[in-house]
């Protein structure tokens, strides 16, 4: 019985995302789309041609650099 209260309040905290968890799932994503533009890109044969494939490729690089800038400072915020 305890055991299934620690599993349940596990999963509880699982949902209450802390910045890092929630910063990793943002980055994650971005870097699953870019993949997905790619294989757009292998269809086009260029990364700047349409227009829009770049701008989806730029809006991805854009995502994990902010992500960068968040862990960053995230990161020296916790260690002092």
């Known amino acids: 019985r305890l055991d299934r209260c620690c599993r349940l ?3 509880g905290d699982a949902f209450q995302a802390p910045p890092l968890r929630h910063l990793g ?3 994650a994503t971005a870097s699953v789309l ?5 294989i757009v890109e292998t269809r ?3 990364w700047y041609e349409p227009w829009w494939l770049f701008a989806w490729k ?4 854009v ?3 902010g992500c960068l800038a968040v862990y960053r400072r995230l990161t020296r915020q ?3």
Do not use: E, K, P
Not at 34 to 38: A, L, M, R, T, V
């Open 34 to 38: 870019f993949g997905i533009s790619d």
């Open 78 to 80: 916790d260690g002092g």
């Open 63 to 65: 995502c994990l650099l």
């Open 25 to 27: 799932m943002v980055a």
């Open 44 to 46: 086009t044969g260029t």
């Open 9 to 11: 309040r596990a999963l």
């Open 58 to 61: 730029a809006a991805c690089v």
